[in-house]
């Protein structure tokens, strides 16, 4: 039941992505069905194997849209999101060269909407702290500095985060050092500001705010009123 639901998602993924980014989507979308089909059925190792090709071949799609110059922030967004719901490691690099990209239009304010490519990374994980880490020694741009830092503490927490620049700083040279510092100071600043939060009840997540019409419905007020 569990590969269903992959091969669905899969599919959804095809017709989402290559029917935003102008590509051919009908030819493919049946043969995941066909795939899922069989699998369902007591499909054997090849299917399999063809499922392995799909993702592999519309990950490259996807890193071919981030890093094509013609394609519009909206697409790369999408793109962005994909290669997140794929949790696929190979896309960081890209990923990281496209960390403010956002749709054309925001359904709601989540991070995961405002940010596609940073929540992308911290989707894929602990692949993705290496290379970030790798980045903040050279990082010029203070904007994409921060988006490094939000990305690393997401996936590692504050404390694992600076512990591991911490560490970086003893094996580089002096100027990947002061950067790596400067990152390391933002992510201390920010913890201690998220401790005077808790501290006051507060939360920076937009989900847990729900809005007073909700609010109204939960407490059972104004159901007489019309």
Request: with cysteine; hydrophobic share 40%.
């Amino acid at each position: 039941m569990r590969m269903a639901t992959l091969l669905g998602s899969i599919a959804l993924l095809l017709v989402n992505a290559r029917t935003g980014l102008g590509g051919e989507v009908e030819g493919l979308a049946y043969d995941v069905k066909a795939i899922r089909k069989n699998v369902v059925s007591g499909g054997s190792a090849p299917h399999l194997r063809a499922i392995v090709r799909f993702r592999r071949e519309l990950i490259a799609e996807m890193i071919a849209s981030l890093q094509d110059g013609k394609t519009i922030p909206h697409f790369k967004a999408k793109a962005a999101y994909v290669l997140g719901q794929l949790r696929a490691s190979e896309a960081v690099g890209p990923l990281c060269e496209n960390l403010h990209v956002a749709p054309a239009v925001l359904l709601d304010k989540s991070f995961a909407t405002r940010f596609p490519a940073q929540h992308a990374l911290v989707l894929i994980g602990k692949p993705a702290s290496r290379e970030i880490v790798r980045r903040l020694q050279t990082e010029t741009d203070p904007k994409n500095t921060v988006a490094l830092c939000v990305v690393l503490q997401k996936i590692e927490g504050y404390e694992v985060a600076i512990f591991m620049l911490e560490n970086e700083m003893s094996r580089v040279l002096d100027v990947e050092r002061e950067k790596l510092k400067a990152a390391t100071d933002h992510l201390k600043r920010e913890r201690e500001k998220e401790k005077e939060k808790e501290t006051r009840g507060e939360t920076d997540e937009p989900e847990a705010k729900a809005p007073p019409a909700a609010l109204k419905k939960i407490r059972g007020e104004g159901e007489d009123e019309r």
